[in-house]
């Protein structure tokens, strides 16, 4: 995926980092804006990541402010990242314009600004990112302004682009044909912040850098596969803006498939070098279409109801009377190609649970003749599944259930693990925040850790045939209290998939 241990040394070979930068981030006024964009943007300059010289970082949108002002409220969201000094450097180099998102007057007179600014660069190449933190309806009429009269004459020009990217296949396919009429895929990065965590981007490393799992990553050796997206938190009065998505397009459609499509995909050409990012996203691509349409009976929705104490879903203001958004999701499908052929993926994703996680679950079959070889040694005789498990969030973590003998005179089996949590082992090591990441991979020209538009429209075509189906039968979701496990019935759900729960195992984080 990104380019690991990549260090000033290794950027400073590379063209555009000898060249004057405009980072140009629309939006600029809005929560995105301010909480991820501009902290992740000050991260890599801290880092040395930014070219030395010759770097603007431009903020636009609608209200009228000035520079100083817009660096008063970026502050205190710098501020939790370094000493004051710092942040004050830093801020020098953000500046603010105000227009309409369709006024090409506006946006070309910010052009211009950016143009005289870097007049005494020692560079005569000026490379330019626009990043799109703004609500998809404004996306093509803002892009059709820039593309009029806000572009660099003189170097790249990117576009960083966040989600939602339609809401069913039909609005995303929209969005990728008037995007595409504007600008090629080489300029669009589909930004998927999933796509930046610490162990996403180990995923493939993990599987084909080692010899121990690629033999065992096939239908022969894994049972099932189970993608757990988990808030320990409600809508807190933004249940308005979730009702028009709901947790399968918020979470599933896009956060989820991604993983999915990294944990069940082929072997790439390559995934460093020349051309790579294709070669991964190929793969991705191909294993999409190889999933089946997401099915009604394949599904359980939930949504959450108070517990006495925190609110429930329809308790929200902003929530429309009587919605049925579910705020829960879990979903079986299978993959129909000679990997994976009969093997259960499960995702599930849901808000107002009892604790915050995001993780992957690789369940292994039980050894053949094993309940037979090792009877009587504990567990009723039933030999728990081995299990590879790789938790996204909080406290990244890699580790292996395994299956061993109780010290003691006794031959007694207990599950354990092989564990790799990454804020013991790596504690010397930075881990950047996705966002991060990402944004280096877009100065750096780097697309495979972005969405494709074919990846973008394959993975709608598997969920819209469900959601029209969900919304036509007006399907009521299964309610839970906040702050438990979600739903009865997609546990029930999940058990008739083949996933097996070993009640007398629980993995701690490390409290190093």
Not at 35 to 42: H, I, R, S, V
Request: aromatic letters at 10%.
């Amino acid at each position: 995926m990104s380019e690991e241990n990549t260090t000033k040394a290794d950027l400073e070979l590379e063209t555009w980092y000898r060249q004057s930068l405009s980072v140009i981030v629309f939006g600029a006024s809005g929560d995105l804006a301010k909480k991820k964009t501009y902290p992740a943007l000050f991260d890599l300059w801290v880092e040395g990541m930014m070219p030395d010289e010759g770097v603007v970082i431009c903020g636009y949108a609608r209200s009228q402010k000035t520079d100083d002002e817009h660096r008063e409220q970026l502050r205190p969201w710098l501020l939790a990242k370094a000493q004051e000094d710092t942040v004050d450097e830093f801020l020098k180099l953000c500046v603010y314009k105000y227009g309409g998102y369709d006024s090409e007057e506006g946006i070309g007179k910010m052009s211009d600004a950016l143009i005289e600014t870097h007049k005494s660069d020692s560079s005569n190449v000026e490379n330019r990112v626009f990043y799109f933190a703004l609500p998809p309806s404004v996306f093509i009429q803002t892009a059709t302004s820039i593309k009029a009269a806000g572009l660099s004459s003189t170097g790249y020009n990117r576009f960083i682009v966040e989600k939602p990217f339609g809401h069913d296949t039909e609005s995303a396919l929209e969005m990728s044909k008037n995007l595409g009429a504007l600008f090629s895929e080489d300029h669009l990065y589909r930004i998927d912040h999933y796509l930046g965590k610490e162990i996403v981007q180990n995923m493939l490393i993990l599987r084909f850098g080692n010899a121990m799992f690629e033999p065992i990553w096939n239908r022969n050796y894994i049972k099932s596969v189970t993608f757990t997206f988990k808030e320990d938190i409600g809508t807190m009065g933004r249940g308005g803006y979730f009702d028009k998505s709901g947790i399968i397009r918020d979470i599933l459609q896009n956060h989820l498939m991604q993983v999915l499509s990294l944990v069940a995909m082929e072997p790439p050409v390559r995934i460093a070098g020349k051309d790579y990012s294709n070669f991964v996203r190929d793969e991705k691509v191909k294993l999409i279409k190889s999933i089946e349409p997401w099915k009604l009976e394949n599904t359980v929705l939930g949504q959450y109801v108070t517990n006495g104490k925190e609110p429930g879903y329809l308790d929200d203001e902003t929530v429309p009377e009587g919605s049925r958004c579910p705020t829960y999701a879990a979903v079986v499908m299978y993959i129909k190609n000679r990997r994976w052929d009969g093997v259960p993926f499960i995702m599930k994703a849901g808000k107002a649970l009892n604790e915050r996680k995001a993780e992957v679950r690789i369940q292994l079959h039980t050894p053949p003749g094993a309940v037979d070889m090792f009877g009587g040694c504990g567990y009723g005789c039933e030999i728990p599944h081995n299990e590879i498990v790789m938790r996204l969030q909080p406290k990244e973590a890699i580790y292996v259930k395994t299956n061993v003998k109780k010290p003691g005179l006794h031959t007694t089996l207990v599950t354990s693990e092989l564990d790799l949590s990454y804020h013991d082992r790596f504690s010397d090591s930075k881990n950047p925040e996705a966002y991060t990441r990402l944004i280096l991979d877009v100065l750096r020209g780097k697309q495979a850790t972005f969405v494709r538009d074919d990846e973008l429209l394959a993975a709608w075509e598997l969920v819209t045939p469900l959601l029209k189906e969900i919304e036509e039968k007006k399907v009521e979701p299964h309610l839970y209290k906040f702050g438990t496990r979600g739903p009865r019935e997609a546990d029930d759900l999940i058990k008739h998939a083949g996933y097996v729960y070993n009640a007398n195992y629980e993995w701690f984080p490390s409290e190093k």
